[in-house]
């Protein structure tokens, strides 16, 4: 048997793709010059969650890691909002959601004005 018909007699072995798009400054720190964006493609397994793709991404990108975790790596730091699929995260997605092949999850930088002028 091959390995295509195991996965399709199997689904729970089925291997998925989320796109992960940086957008703007972000892409900074995936090689990017912060402007425009950058798309990548992730191989998924059956029980990836958002956590577990950002973690992929951040493996290969030291850069992101720090910008994108806290000092522990647990939990997400303030600069970078996160977006499933076009909805915030904690709206219909949390950390720990699990994400399905064609999911997308946005990076994208976090903008705060300066002191008002009079």
Sequence with gaps: MSTRDSAIRNPQSAIGHVTVEVVAW???FVGGDGTRRKLFQEHVAPDATVRSVLGQVSDRHFALREALWDAAGREL????????????LGLTHTLDSPV??????TLIGQYSGGACGK
């Design 26 to 28: 972000v892409t900074r």
């Design 77 to 88: 730091s303030e600069h970078i909002e996160v977006l499933v699929n076009d909805s915030v």
């Design 100 to 105: 399905r092949d064609g999911d997308r999850i």
